[in-house]
């Protein structure tokens, strides 16, 4: 077995990350320093050891009910090690792990159980109850097992506990994993319609990981802190496999927490935290902290995206961080396709750094011809060496060549690159709104909201007007405490946005629609269009001058 000096010395040496797999990380560190704390899920600590014990355990189990290689093995689990250790002895058989959105109920989770084809359903007794009820639309489940308990009991399916599946004193397991070999199925939001599994290799994972260690960001003493799901790739790539390629730790909390960020960062000895853009600013318009101040300058890194220049200021000024680099743009499809290293000089403000290694990146117009430098268009990709992508969409041949026509994938994304090579983000394809012959960013639009000091958090997005065409709405959280009207912001916006984009609409509400990511739902807003709380700025009379 190679050790990670020695790989790290070659990959270090030619620029890009060796072909790896989840096996062959889990056997180096165990080998290399069996002791160290791996995983910290709010102060339950596990060694190297005690994960790759406990998941050969499981591995041993699952074996004896007949899970074998190819397989898939569906999961609902929580943030905590079990979500963990099972996703590893998936992996010690060969077989395909199935992580499943613990928010979905009813249809939604029904869906993707039965498209991901397992036999197998390991999940929280909560969410056990819930596949229970739509049971009889489940038709390949054999076995359910719950994590803390006994699953349900349902005809035709053998039930039990996770601790049933723990078969100790069992032998190590061959690793015979390939880079190449599919080792997950990670869903889509399924914002344009049904969530599709997206295949990805051991490699794939892998390259996330070993993208942090190769950017000089993650080093053996670091502890790699997220509040992300498990069942997404960016907890799994970047925290979890980020620390078992570099030895490090992964530190894990069940779910976000504003009020609990600083002291949880503080009680772990966080180094690098994994954020999503939205938790970003909010941690930044947080009231005072005391954990804040004493971890002042303590972080190394955070990454968000999107991540505004205006909250990057607030993090340097008020927590001391160092944020360059601190955003990139990926997918799960082909994880990071642009970033920064961390020793990297930051591009113009908006820009999430320039193509790496890894990625040959495009502007494409609608008809896939590559359009001039500083022109928005569609984001396309393809990469540059092998197992750094996914494989296609499970089960759905027609997605994957749509996506990928013309021999370049198509992200969906509307972005643009300049005349240094800097990318920037610009917008999702289907959020763009275009209004009076304009092509207006809401992606943009909503980094100029945040800045008005009412507004929490806001939502910009695209209402049908009565001509056909879009009108702009922003839909906005304002701060606890604060008075101000819907008059009142879009009054403000005749300042600060073109005249174009001046919201015809305005509407507060306690809380955005969000999924279990924390991922805006503007489908769902979209859908909304004008409601009864909806501000009309016609209708207001509200009128201003084009300039």
Same mark, same amino acid.
């Given at each position: 077995?190679?050790?990670?000096?020695?790989?790290?010395?070659?990959?270090?040496?030619?620029?890009?990350?060796?072909?790896?797999?989840?096996?062959?990380?889990?056997?180096?560190?165990?080998?290399?320093?069996?002791?160290?704390?791996?995983?910290?899920?709010?102060?339950?600590?596990?060694?190297?050891?005690?994960?790759?014990?406990?998941?050969?355990?499981?591995?041993?189990?699952?074996?004896?009910?007949?899970?074998?290689?190819?397989?898939?093995?569906?999961?609902?689990?929580?943030?905590?090690?079990?979500?963990?250790?099972?996703?590893?002895?998936?992996?010690?058989?060969?077989?395909?792990?199935?992580?499943?959105?613990?928010?979905?109920?009813?249809?939604?989770?029904?869906?993707?159980?039965?498209?991901?084809?397992?036999?197998?359903?390991?999940?929280?007794?909560?969410?056990?109850?819930?596949?229970?009820?739509?049971?009889?639309?489940?038709?390949?489940?054999?076995?359910?097992?719950?994590?803390?308990?006994?699953?349900?009991?349902?005809?035709?399916?053998?039930?039990?506990?996770?601790?049933?599946?723990?078969?100790?004193?069992?032998?190590?397991?061959?690793?015979?994993?390939?880079?190449?070999?599919?080792?997950?199925?990670?869903?889509?939001?399924? !914002?344009?319609?049904?969530?599709?599994?997206?295949?990805?290799?051991?490699?794939?994972?892998?390259?996330?990981?070993?993208?942090?260690?190769?950017?000089?960001?993650?080093?053996?003493?670091?502890?790699?802190?997220?509040?992300?799901?498990?069942?997404?790739?960016?907890?799994?790539?970047? !925290?979890?496999?980020?620390?078992?390629?570099?030895?490090?730790?992964?530190?894990?909390?069940?779910?976000?927490?504003?009020?609990?960020?600083?002291?949880?960062?503080?009680?772990?000895?966080?180094?690098?935290?994994?954020?999503?853009?939205?938790?970003?600013?909010?941690?930044?318009?947080?009231?005072?902290?005391?954990?804040?101040?004493?971890?002042?300058?303590?972080?190394?890194?955070?990454?968000?995206?999107?991540?505004?220049? &205006?909250?990057?200021?607030?993090?340097?000024?008020?927590?001391?961080?160092?944020?360059?680099?601190?955003?990139?743009?990926?997918?799960?499809?082909?994880?990071?396709?642009?970033?920064?290293?961390?020793?990297?000089?930051?591009?113009?403000?908006?820009?999430?750094?320039?193509?790496?290694?890894?990625?040959?990146?495009?502007?494409?117009?609608?008809?896939?011809?590559?359009?001039?430098?500083?022109?928005?268009?569609?984001?396309?990709?393809?990469?540059?060496?092998? /197992?750094?992508?996914?494989?296609?969409?499970?089960?759905?041949?027609?997605?994957?060549?749509?996506?990928?026509?013309?021999?370049?994938?198509?992200?969906?994304?509307?972005?643009?690159?300049?005349? /240094?090579?800097?990318?920037?983000?610009?917008?999702?394809?289907?959020?763009?709104?275009?209004?009076?012959? #304009?092509?207006?960013?809401?992606?943009?639009?909503?980094?100029?909201?945040?800045?008005?000091?009412?507004?929490?958090?806001?939502?910009?997005?695209?209402?049908?007007?009565?001509?056909? #065409?879009?009108?702009?709405?922003?839909?906005?959280?304002?701060?606890?405490?604060?008075?101000?009207?819907?008059?009142?912001?879009?009054?403000?916006?005749?300042?600060?946005?073109?005249?174009?984009?001046?919201?015809?609409?305005?509407?507060?509400?306690?809380?955005? &629609?969000?999924?279990?990511?924390?991922?805006?739902?503007?489908?769902?807003?979209?859908?909304?269009?004008?409601?009864?709380?909806?501000?009309?700025?016609?209708?207001?009379?509200?009128?201003?001058?084009?300039?």
């Amino acid at each position: 077995m190679r050790t990670l000096e020695e790989l790290l010395a070659e990959a270090r040496a030619t620029g890009v990350g060796p072909q790896d797999t989840i096996n062959a990380a889990l056997g180096r560190a165990v080998a290399a320093v069996p002791d160290k704390v791996f995983l910290d899920f709010g102060g339950d600590l596990h060694t190297f050891a005690d994960v790759d014990r406990a998941a050969t355990e499981l591995a041993h189990g699952l074996k004896s009910i007949g899970v074998e290689a190819g397989q898939t093995v569906a999961t609902i689990l929580d943030n905590n090690v079990d979500a963990v250790t099972v996703w590893l002895a998936i992996n010690k058989l060969g077989a395909v792990s199935a992580p499943v959105n613990t928010a979905f109920r009813g249809q939604f989770l029904r869906a993707q159980v039965h498209d991901c084809s397992a036999a197998v359903l390991i999940a929280e007794e909560e969410y056990c109850e819930r596949a229970a009820a739509v049971a009889d639309a489940l038709p390949n489940i054999r076995f359910m097992f719950g994590r803390t308990g006994v699953a349900p009991s349902l005809p035709g399916v053998s039930s039990g506990a996770l601790a049933d599946l723990r078969i100790k004193g069992g032998a190590a397991f061959e690793d015979t994993a390939t880079p190449d070999q599919l080792a997950m199925l990670v869903y889509t939001s399924g !914002t344009t319609g049904a969530s599709k599994g997206c295949m990805v290799s051991h490699n794939h994972a892998c390259t996330m990981g070993w993208r942090g260690i190769l950017g000089k960001s993650t080093q053996p003493d670091d502890v790699l802190w997220t509040p992300l799901p498990l069942f997404h790739l960016n907890a799994i790539g970047v !925290t979890v496999l980020g620390s078992l390629i570099a030895q490090c730790r992964a530190a894990i909390t069940p779910r976000f927490s504003v009020s609990q960020f600083w002291p949880d960062i503080e009680r772990s000895g966080a180094t690098s935290v994994a954020l999503l853009g939205s938790m970003a600013s909010l941690i930044a318009d947080a009231p005072d902290n005391e954990s804040a101040k004493r971890y002042f300058g303590k972080l190394r890194r955070v990454q968000a995206s999107p991540f505004s220049p &205006p909250v990057v200021e607030l993090w340097r000024k008020r927590f001391g961080v160092n944020v360059s680099g601190a955003t990139g743009y990926g997918m799960t499809e082909a994880a990071t396709i642009c970033g920064l290293d961390s020793d990297q000089i930051p591009g113009p403000p908006g820009s999430s750094g320039m193509p790496g290694r890894d990625f040959e990146v495009k502007i494409f117009d609608d008809n896939d011809n590559e359009i001039p430098v500083n022109t928005p268009g569609e984001i396309v990709c393809r990469p540059r060496r092998p /197992n750094i992508m996914f494989q296609g969409y499970w089960g759905r041949p027609a997605d994957t060549v749509k996506a990928w026509r013309n021999l370049w994938f198509h992200t969906g994304d509307i972005g643009r690159i300049d005349e /240094n090579g800097y990318f920037f983000f610009v917008d999702r394809k289907k959020d763009y709104i275009r209004r009076r012959g #304009e092509n207006i960013s809401t992606h943009e639009m909503e980094a100029v909201f945040r800045e008005h000091p009412a507004i929490q958090d806001v939502a910009v997005h695209a209402v049908l007007s009565p001509m056909g #065409e879009d009108e702009v709405k922003v839909t906005a959280e304002i701060k606890p405490g604060v008075s101000v009207t819907e008059e009142e912001i879009c009054r403000w916006s005749i300042d600060h946005v073109p005249y174009f984009a001046v919201p015809q609409y305005v509407e507060f509400r306690e809380a955005l &629609p969000r999924s279990a990511t924390g991922k805006l739902l503007k489908e769902q807003l979209r859908a909304e269009g004008v409601t009864p709380a909806t501000w009309d700025r016609e209708a207001a009379g509200v009128t201003f001058k084009r300039r």
